[in-house]
């Protein structure tokens, strides 16, 4: 049977495909009693459905960090800005507003915790671990860095780390999140599950 949403995930603005997040939605179910989910890189919210909405069934929390200023693809005058979500009085992308209207119409209000940071400035004095983290932030190769560096280390043993927008093949996408998931996977500290379309999967390995 297809997973059913508290809303319909097609009036959220994003670029995850539906089966990526269903596996999102199971993985975050299925890690629930190991600890709080973390995305980096909310949007306007539609992976955010999918991990608090399993949150939620879970009585776990979902942390979504974001500074929703946009990242490099959304600004002014490229491929994937959205005049919708541009503050001109600021000169500014904004998502935020439309990240919270997604999540009081999905009633996850009790169950995400908005984090509105650089997902570095957010990571400084963390100190929970997680049971998954779901990397979909910046896509420059020093931002995916970050990410890698800032929340790998967090994931508990058995929980899951995913990374979104993973391409093998350059002429595709760009490279910063499957460079990434290369270092995961080198580390050791990781076993590899099935790639959901562009969505990489990775359980942390028990010691």
């Given at each position: 049977?297809?997973?059913?949403?508290?809303?319909?995930?097609?009036?959220?603005?994003?670029?995850?495909?539906?089966?990526?997040?269903?596996?999102?939605?199971?993985?975050?179910?299925?890690?629930?009693?190991?600890?709080?989910?973390?995305?980096?890189?909310?949007?306007?919210?539609?992976?955010t459905?999918y991990?608090?909405y399993?949150?939620?069934?879970a009585?776990?929390?979902?942390?979504?960090?974001?500074h929703?200023?946009?990242?490099?693809?959304?600004?002014?005058?490229?491929?994937?800005h959205?005049?919708?979500?541009?503050?001109a009085?600021e000169?500014?992308?904004?998502s935020f507003?439309?990240?919270?209207?997604?999540?009081?119409?999905?009633?996850?209000?009790?169950?995400?915790?908005?984090?509105v940071?650089?997902?570095k400035?957010?990571a400084?004095?963390?100190?929970?671990?997680?049971?998954?983290?779901?990397?979909?932030?910046?896509?420059s190769?020093?931002?995916?860095m970050?990410d890698?560096?800032?929340?790998?280390?967090?994931?508990?043993?058995?929980?899951?780390?995913?990374?979104?927008?993973i391409?093998?093949?350059?002429?595709e996408?760009?490279?910063?999140?499957?460079?990434?998931?290369?270092?995961?996977?080198?580390?050791?500290?990781?076993?590899?599950?099935?790639?959901?379309?562009?969505?990489g999967?990775?359980?942390?390995?028990?010691y």
């Amino acid at each position: 049977m297809s997973l059913e949403l508290p809303i319909d995930i097609n009036l959220v603005k994003g670029f995850l495909e539906f089966d990526e997040g269903e596996a999102l939605h199971r993985h975050a179910l299925a890690t629930g009693t190991l600890g709080p989910c973390l995305e980096v890189g909310s949007y306007c919210g539609k992976s955010t459905v999918y991990l608090g909405y399993a949150c939620k069934l879970a009585n776990s929390t979902l942390f979504a960090i974001d500074h929703h200023r946009g990242s490099e693809e959304h600004q002014l005058g490229e491929e994937y800005h959205d005049k919708d979500l541009y503050d001109a009085g600021e000169e500014l992308m904004d998502s935020f507003r439309e990240f919270r209207g997604t999540l009081r119409r999905a009633d996850l209000e009790d169950y995400v915790v908005p984090i509105v940071a650089q997902s570095k400035v957010a990571a400084r004095s963390w100190i929970t671990p997680l049971g998954m983290v779901f990397i979909d932030g910046g896509h420059s190769l020093e931002a995916a860095m970050d990410d890698y560096r800032c929340w790998t280390p967090r994931v508990v043993p058995g929980g899951i780390l995913a990374i979104h927008d993973i391409f093998p093949d350059p002429s595709e996408g760009g490279q910063a999140p499957f460079t990434i998931y290369k270092m995961a996977l080198a580390s050791g500290l990781f076993e590899e599950l099935p790639r959901i379309n562009t969505l990489g999967l990775l359980r942390r390995i028990n010691y």
